[in-house]
């Protein structure tokens, strides 16, 4: 038996990525369905998807509400998922009821659909810099750290050809703060989430909000703001002048969650910089031209790049 289902399109575009990609999607109906016959698990409605993860409302034998999450077994950054939500055991995020780290496989509390794209942009800053103390206790001894990615990611940047759509002087520049970043003990200690965005906190009933899918990591408190201002950016664009919208919600969040403004600047400089590298590595795997979408999100990560540092 495989998905009552179809996989969505939208996560079936990443077979594109490459054949590890492919290989997992054409897995994926069958591997789902073993995981909730497993589990004796109903489905109770139709599913959604991340970036590299499926997700469906399930109910338990109990007939508890609750959802199963199976994630792309080559995205580590999502390895340690379940390590870090078992850790902080609800307070703040959504709970952990069962897990198969084999098959990467995570049955959570249901939560509702309602995420913070519903509220006020700046209401949003708050609401998510108000969790960042909550969740950045210290690391856990099995999390890789921040520090071990942007060694290798900032490696890639120093093969970045000149002719690239990235501004050569913010190529050095990130290249440089990246190093350094490596370099400070500063950069590891707690439990980042690495990708706390509108969309990754939802209404509940324990709490108003609840945090979700983490991509935890030995890291830096500073290195979480970058995903809140790339996300929502058609409500940026609205406002007429892009620049001074990022910076208010760049600040509301140092603010807030009592950053250090210059350096929460200085990784939102690296972090956007190494998301167009990504675009244009995506575009060279696949041996093709970059796409418009690409070209329009270079574009974007410069444009915050240079908005916190204006």
């Not at 890639?156 to 190093?179: C, D, H, M, Y």
């Amino acid at each position: 038996m495989t998905l009552p289902y179809d996989v969505p399109p939208g996560l079936l575009e990443q077979a594109e990525l490459g054949p590890d990609w492919a290989d997992w999607l054409d897995r994926l109906p069958a591997l789902f369905h073993s995981v909730m016959a497993d589990w004796a698990l109903a489905y109770d409605g139709p599913p959604r998807h991340g970036y590299c993860s499926l997700v469906a409302p399930v109910r338990t034998r109990s007939g508890e509400p609750a959802v199963l999450k199976v994630t792309f077994d080559g995205d580590d950054e999502s390895l340690h998922e379940a390590v870090a939500l078992q850790h902080w055991n609800g307070r703040g995020t959504v709970k952990l009821l069962r897990a198969d780290p084999h098959r990467r496989a995570l049955l959570l509390e249901r939560l509702h659909v309602r995420d913070l794209s519903a509220i006020d942009d700046l209401a949003a800053c708050e609401v998510v810099a108000g969790f960042y103390r909550r969740l950045h206790v210290p690391a856990l001894p099995q999390l890789r750290t921040v520090t071990s990615y942007v060694d290798r990611w900032v490696d890639a940047l120093t093969r970045l050809p000149r002719n690239a759509p990235i501004p050569r002087r913010l190529v050095e520049q990130a290249t440089s703060l990246g190093r350094e970043f490596v370099a400070d003990r500063g950069s590891v200690g707690v439990i980042v989430h690495g990708d706390l965005h509108y969309e990754n906190v939802l209404a509940g009933d324990r709490e108003p909000w609840l945090v979700i899918d983490p991509k935890a990591m030995s890291g830096d408190p500073h290195y979480e703001p970058a995903p809140m201002l790339w996300n929502r950016w058609d409500d940026l664009v609205e406002t007429g002048n892009v620049r001074d919208a990022v910076r208010r919600r760049f600040h509301t969040l140092v603010d807030v969650a009592g950053l250090d403004e210059e350096r929460a600047r200085d990784w939102v400089v690296v972090r956007m910089v190494l998301n167009a590298n990504w675009s244009i590595e995506d575009a060279q795997r696949a041996e093709r031209s970059l796409r418009e979408d690409e070209r329009d999100w270079i574009t974007q990560c410069i444009a915050i790049a240079k908005a916190v540092q204006d």
